[in-house]
Nanobody, 118 residues
Framework: QVQLVESGGGLVQPGGSLRLSCAASGSISSFAAMGWYRQAPGKQREFVARFTSDGKTDYTDSVKGRFTISRDNAKNTVTLQMNSLEPEDTAVYYC????????????WGQGTQVTVHS
């Protein structure tokens, strides 16, 4: 079992920045994938960004060039730096981990609210 603790959400004006962090109980370098989804009210959960075990990153098109995911293996933490935030980015952001490429079992954090509003 993996425990995930998210932090960094809050209220920011359009064009502003936030940094989300997710600390995992375990060595994140051993995970098949680790990253972020988000869910806005009335919407489906949407993939945002991830690290895969080979060190590659992946982003949904709407955040490319604005969001950057990074990893600190020593601290077992992934960070999502969000710049040029837009009202459409408003959502609850969830950290997730897939431990194994061969088992489709994911672990999720509690979520952190990001609100982009004037």
């Amino acid at each position: 079992q993996v425990q995930l603790v998210e932090s960094g959400g809050g209220l920011v004006q359009p064009g502003g920045s936030l940094r989300l962090s997710c600390a995992a109980s375990g060595s994140i370098s051993s995970f098949a994938a680790m990253g972020w989804y988000r869910q806005a009210p009335g919407k489906q959960r949407e993939f945002v960004a991830r690290f895969t075990s080979d060190g590659k990153t992946d982003y949904t098109d709407s955040v490319k060039g604005r969001f950057t995911i990074s990893r600190d293996n020593a601290k077992n933490t992934v960070t999502l730096q969000m710049n040029s935030l837009e009202p459409e980015d408003t959502a609850v952001y969830y950290c997730y981990v897939r431990k194994s490429t061969f088992l489709a079992v994911d672990y999720w954090g509690q979520g952190t609210q990001v609100t982009v509003h004037s």
